[in-house]
């Protein structure tokens, strides 16, 4: 370690707390100075979480507007004001969230090494993920050390022209987090899992929900259960397509490890969250992704893509719940470690 400043770790959502955490808990054991800021993207979710885990933010600004603009401008104009970036020897940020874009662009206005983790997945399409692919395509921009979850997206970065010292092939740390819980001891259920939250499928809702609906009254035999985001839209809709439907249950947002036990027990999974699907990867689960075009594979045996628009949903369903799946495990984010590793790039390179 050449710099004595503590690291920063930006971060505002669920998902990004379960991918960091592990490399949190990586410092803590190693006895490297960190501080963290929670930009309360989605404040509730993400202090759940941290709670649970004892870990305590030591900045946290005040509630943003829903607007993009609006939340973007208040989330960099009150960690400009609540931070002296003179403290801090480099950045961590994670992913794609509006957090994880402000984050970097304070470590780049301050000229604070930007470190990204989950760096390099790409659409290539700007209006999808909206307005995600922008925002990490933005961060890899700033960033200085890139820490990827699989070759393909070190790929990316490379053919980006990211210099290969600066790009690290680690593996994903959502295993680490998984890995560091008792593991979930559930018999399997006749259970198909749905999670659905993306910006850009909000006007494709009825069509999903449709498609769910008669799926769920022509499979009595399963049982469907759907933890909703709390994304104001996606409740009412939801609420309004899907209540009486005796095999289907609505619920909240579940925390963590029940989610992750549903998983587990579940048989299939309907999904349009890239933190699912790759945890369906990592487990070999069968994954119905329901979006236009995905970041992250969906050519596995157990996995398939489909557009929400074009209809084919109960299609796809039903040929991907004939597949028969081999049981070992996929190695493609690694079997867990990526923690250990990035902290050791860092205590060498920052
Ligand atoms: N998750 C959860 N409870 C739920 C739904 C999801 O804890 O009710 C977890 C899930 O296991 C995964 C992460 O949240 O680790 C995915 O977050 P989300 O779908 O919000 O975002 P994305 O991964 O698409 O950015």
New binding site residues.
């Given amino acids: 370690m050449k710099a004595n400043k503590p690291f920063l770790f930006v971060l505002g959502?669920?998902?990004e707390g379960?991918k960091l955490l592990p490399i949190v808990w990586e410092f803590q054991k190693r006895k490297i100075p960190f501080e963290l800021l929670h930009t309360r993207q989605h404040a509730e979710l993400l202090d759940t979480l941290l709670e649970k885990h004892g870990i305590f933010p030591n900045y946290r600004l005040a509630p943003h507007p829903p607007a993009l603009i609006a939340a973007k401008s208040s989330m960099l104009s009150q960690t400009e004001s609540m931070l002296d970036a003179d403290r801090f020897s480099a950045l961590i940020v994670q992913?794609d969230t509006l957090s994880a874009l402000c984050g970097a662009e304070y470590g780049f206005f301050h000229q604070i090494p930007v470190v990204h983790i989950e760096a390099g997945m790409r659409t290539y399409h700007k209006d999808n993920p909206y307005p995600e692919e922008i925002f990490r395509q933005t961060i890899s921009r700033i960033s200085r050390l890139h820490f990827c979850p699989s070759e393909d997206e070190a790929k990316n970065l490379a053919a980006e022209g990211v210099s290969a010292e600066h790009i690290f092939t680690v593996g994903n740390p959502?295993a680490d987090y998984w890995q560091a819980l008792p593991q979930p001891d559930v018999a399997p259920k006749k259970q198909v899992l749905i999670?659905l939250?993306r910006r850009e499928n909000l006007p494709f809702l009825e069509k999903i929900f449709e498609a769910i609906a008669e799926l769920a009254r022509e499979l009595c035999e399963l049982e469907f259960l759907f933890?909703l985001?709390p994304n104001p839209t996606i409740v009412t809709q939801a609420k309004e397509q899907l209540t009486g439907i005796s095999n289907l249950r609505l619920t909240g947002?579940?925390?963590?490890e029940e989610?992750?036990r549903e998983?587990h027990a579940s048989e299939m999974v309907l999904t349009d969250?890239?933190?699912?699907q790759e945890?369906c990867i990592f487990l070999g689960k069968k994954v119905l992704v329901v979006r236009k075009i995905s970041e992250r594979r969906t050519d596995f045996p157990f996995s398939s893509l489909v557009d929400p628009e074009n209809g084919k949903l109960r299609e796809e369903f039903f040929a991907l719940r004939k597949k028969q799946i081999p049981d070992a495990p996929c190695d493609y984010y690694g079997r867990g470690g990526a923690s250990e590793k990035i902290v050791e790039v860092l205590a060498r390179e920052i």
């Fill in positions: 959502t669920r998902p379960i992913g959502f999670t939250h933890p985001h947002a579940l925390p963590p989610f992750y998983l969250s890239g933190g699912v945890e």
